[in-house]
């Protein structure tokens, strides 16, 4: 089975500018978490989806959005990049069917982003 | 206060040493809990999950819950080289939550 995939995997943007994120989920995986990764922050949620809903989310600015397809495939768009958004964003697909968490959650190689 | 704490290390053992990892969580109502290992510059791989009080054993790990006392262990025995690595607890309560994670160094 192949695992989960994300693209691109390298970006450099600078202040002001959006971009958007992909991550393609193992293969019958419905659900897709974000997550950021900084080295002063660690690995935080951004929002997950499900069956193309946004499932749960977390505290971060409004700037962060995402969307879910019918394919399960997963985009995240940052808006009006900030310095401060440099980071690792790593995806993360799960069968979701369990809401007591025991679902695995498998992740991507993540898309490291560097704002200039 | 922060969510899910762990020692930030470093922590380093010798090879064959057994290496001891700790994490405290504040949401009583957390029901399940995880182990990641992530390698530099590589994404977080699950090695451990407990939903329940009591120690469970794969291989060379062991993950211990107690949830009164809202502390998860993973104990890894006969370290080797190749466990160097930062480990992160993450514990489930409607998403995951992660701890800033300890490195660890297996010195040969």
């Known amino acids: 089975k192949a695992g989960v995939t994300q693209t691109p995997r390298y970006l450099i943007k600078t202040r002001g500018q959006q971009v958007t994120l992909s991550c393609s989920p193992i293969s019958g995986h419905r659900s897709v978490s974000w997550y950021q990764q900084t080295p002063g922050q660690g690995l935080q949620f951004l929002f997950e989806?499900?069956?193309?809903?946004?499932?749960n989310k977390g505290n971060f600015p409004g700037r962060f959005s995402g969307r879910q397809f019918s394919n399960s495939r997963s985009e995240m768009n940052v808006s009006t990049l900030e310095l401060g958004d440099s980071a690792l964003y790593l995806c993360a697909s799960s069968g979701g069917e369990s809401w007591l968490g025991t679902d695995t959650q498998y992740f991507g190689p993540g898309t490291r982003l560097t704002v200039l | 206060q922060k969510e899910v704490e762990q020692n930030s290390g470093p922590l380093s053992v010798p090879e064959g040493a057994i290496a001891s990892l700790n994490c405290t969580y504040s949401?009583?109502?957390?029901?399940?809990f995880f182990w990641y290992r992530q390698y530099s510059g590589k994404s977080p791989e699950l090695i451990m999950s407990?939903?329940?009080?009591g120690d469970k054993e794969d291989g060379r790990f062991t993950a211990q819950l107690n949830k009164a006392s809202q502390y998860v262990s993973l104990l890894i025995r006969d370290s080797q080289p190749s466990d160097s690595a930062t480990y992160l607890c993450a514990v489930w309560s409607r998403q995951l939550t992660f701890g800033s994670g300890t490195q660890l160094t297996v010195l040969p």
């Open positions: 949401d009583r109502g957390s029901q399940s």
């Open positions: 407990i939903y329940s009080n």
């Open positions: 989806y499900f069956s193309e809903t946004q499932r």
